[in-house]
């Protein structure tokens, strides 16, 4: 279901595990694994452990950046960025889900073969040492118009601020600090909240 809250790990906050599992007992069920310094064995072996976790949680598991791992492990889908490969090259040779991250209506309207889109940074974040300045909430609103995909905001969204971001009528909040770094019961209000708001 590409709606709700999609979690991505981020081993500063603790092992990508013991973060995926705090997502899954909360509800959520779309998590991606997102780690830029790992070498591919370590890569893959992590990745296997979360797709036998979100199995049992009956839950997606995205790969951030790297379709191999994501093919390998047997992810249900992989996330690119604009540096990544082509979509339509991943398209050719991989069937799962493929979500692109946008930063402007021009970058939104190339990925239309997209199954989704990842718009954004919204607010500044911390968490992406590489983050782009903050695109802002008017941008968001112009992006969704532009396209017919789901689009999940991300970048800087909080618990206090996440219902300015709801209501561009996104499909979804990307995520990693709203839960990673908060305790479960704020992580939960964090949750909920997007929930009711989307009718989830």
């Known amino acids: ?51 036998e976790l979100t199995e049992s949680y009956d839950a997606l598991l995205m790969i951030n950046d790297r379709l191999d791992i994501a093919i390998s492990a047997e992810a249900d889908g992989v996330h690119l960025g604009q540096e ?7 398209r050719e040779i991989f069937d799962g889900l493929i979500g692109i991250s946008v930063h402007s209506v021009e970058e939104a309207k190339k990925a239309r073969k997209a199954d989704y889109l990842g718009a954004g940074p919204i607010f500044k974040t911390t968490t992406k040492e590489d983050a782009k300045e903050p695109i802002g909430l008017e941008e968001l609103r112009k992006i969704i118009s532009a396209t017919n995909l789901p689009v999940f905001a991300i970048g800087g969204i909080s ?42």
């Open 1 to 51: 279901m590409l709606k709700g809250v999609y979690f991505i790990t981020d081993s500063k906050f603790g092992k990508h595990e013991d973060l995926a599992k705090k997502a899954l007992d909360l509800g959520v069920k779309l998590i991606q694994l997102r780690e830029k310094k790992m070498k591919d064995r370590e890569l893959f072996l992590t990745a296997k452990k979360l797709r």
């Open 159 to 200: 618990l206090e601020n996440v219902k300015s971001v709801l209501d561009c009528k996104v499909s979804g909040v990307a995520v990693v600090s709203a839960i990673a770094g908060e305790s479960a019961e704020r992580a939960k209000d964090f949750i909920e909240l997007v929930n009711k708001y989307l009718r989830i």
């Open 84 to 90: 990544d490969l082509p979509l339509e090259i991943a």
